[in-house]
């Protein structure tokens, strides 16, 4: 008896020890069949171990056995179902007097390549998310800091104001334009607007007044109200006077305001949406009063690049003098002044060119005095002596020697 006991087993399952490679995630079942003598009084416990550690009673193992015919011979099968984690790498065994079987768990190299191909996905993908959310909220910002530094600039065109702006006869767009939108484009941003609360198109055709008016400006703004589309020019030749106005300035600018844009039936926004590659229409909501919001910096996008010249010669009876009246600065302090190298004028004579009369001549009753008729016709050949010919050559650039009408005592 005791020699049955002493026998070791005979592992049917893995017969050598086994080295298996899983992927992460993925499941498996460990199985151990082993053959022994059969008797009462032999220990016949089967039990698993990783790392050489007995694995608790909780571990979710199975166990079963059968006899052989003559139930001489026992066999002993147990089945370890594993979720592949970091932490079921290793090395697992079953153990039964003494005797081992091995199982080796590894990750698999594919799927190791796997886990990095999604890595790579999806940082690719919150890339591509922080990109999309970065263009979302700061595309404005950069469309304008590319404007102001590589944008068209429009100077020495002609134009005296930089848009004309267009709003109806009402309580309402008067207060939009005069107290919203004129102090936030001329106080913060520079630009210098022409109002005009007249019918732009009273008429088919445009009158002289607008012409002119719209000539002189880079841009048109229209403010698109209830009260603007009542105009009998909006109600029955919109699509015309719209060609006019193309026209007659570069891409349009129309203003609506979100509070009246969804209840607005006029065939007028559905021309203007038909057209969007020809006008630029902008919302007004109740988040466009911000300085930040994105109205101001679109509408800045829809206006000429604002260009600031850094030391360029101005107008000398400005420039510099802190805005007081140059009648009344008694010295220049102009960058380039160094005196006037002809303090009494432009002409090369240094001599009155307004001469006056000469006097008398008093005839001798003898004859006249030849010495005197000498003088006066010496006199004559001086004032035909006056060298003009340099006129056209001289340097006519801004002067600072103002002539000053008052004394320093009266300053």
């Not at 800045?300 to 009246?325: A, F, I, N």
Request: aromatic letters at 12%.
């Amino acid at each position: 008896m005791a020699d049955l006991c002493s026998m070791l087993p005979h592992f049917l399952y893995p017969s050598s020890n086994l080295t298996m490679e899983q992927a992460l995630e993925s499941q498996i079942t460990l199985n151990c069949t082993v053959q022994l003598p059969f008797s009462n009084d032999c220990d016949l416990d089967l039990r698993w171990m990783k790392d050489n550690q007995f694995l608790g009673n909780d571990t979710p193992a199975s166990y079963t056995h059968w006899f052989s015919d003559n139930e001489t011979k026992i066999f002993i099968s147990s089945s370890l179902a594993l979720n592949m984690t970091d932490e079921n790498y290793g090395v697992f065994a079953c153990f039964i007097r003494n005797s081992t079987a091995l199982f080796t768990l590894k990750k698999s190299e594919d799927t190791v390549g796997h886990l990095g191909a999604v890595l790579a996905t999806f940082f690719a993908a919150a890339l591509l998310l922080f990109v999309a959310i970065m263009y979302v909220k700061c595309r404005l910002n950069a469309l304008l800091w590319y404007q102001n530094h590589y944008g068209e600039v429009e100077i020495n065109d002609g134009k005296i104001y930089d848009a004309y702006v267009s709003y109806a006869d009402s309580v309402d767009d008067r207060k939009f334009v005069n107290f919203i939108v004129k102090p936030q484009l001329e106080n913060r941003y520079g630009y210098k607007l022409f109002l005009d609360e007249k019918d732009i198109l009273p008429n088919s055709e445009p009158s002289a007044d607008l012409i002119m008016n719209v000539s002189r400006c880079r841009r048109l703004i229209v403010v698109l109200s209830y009260a603007y589309l009542e105009q009998e020019w909006c109600n029955n030749n919109f699509k015309e006077g719209l060609w006019r106005l193309l026209e007659l300035s570069r891409k349009p600018i129309f203003i609506v305001f979100e509070s009246q844009y969804r209840d607005i039936a006029h065939p007028a926004i559905t021309l203007l949406k038909q057209h969007k590659s020809n006008v630029t229409l902008l919302m007004w909501h109740a988040g466009s009063m911000a300085i930040a919001s994105d109205f101001w910096k679109e509408l800045c996008l829809s206006l000429p690049r604002k260009v600031s010249y850094q030391g360029l010669r101005g107008d000398p009876q400005t420039y510099l003098q802190e805005d007081k009246d140059p009648m009344l600065i008694l010295h220049s302090n102009y960058p380039e002044f160094q005196g006037d190298s002809h303090p009494e004028g432009d002409i090369v004579i240094r001599r009155p060119i307004i001469k006056g009369l000469p006097p008398p001549v008093k005839i001798d009753p003898d004859g006249p005095c030849l010495g005197t008729m000498e003088e006066v016709q010496l006199e004559e050949n001086q004032k035909n002596e006056i060298d003009i010919s340099d006129l056209g050559s001289r340097n006519y650039d801004a002067r600072t020697d103002f002539y000053c009408l008052v004394t320093e005592d009266d300053i």
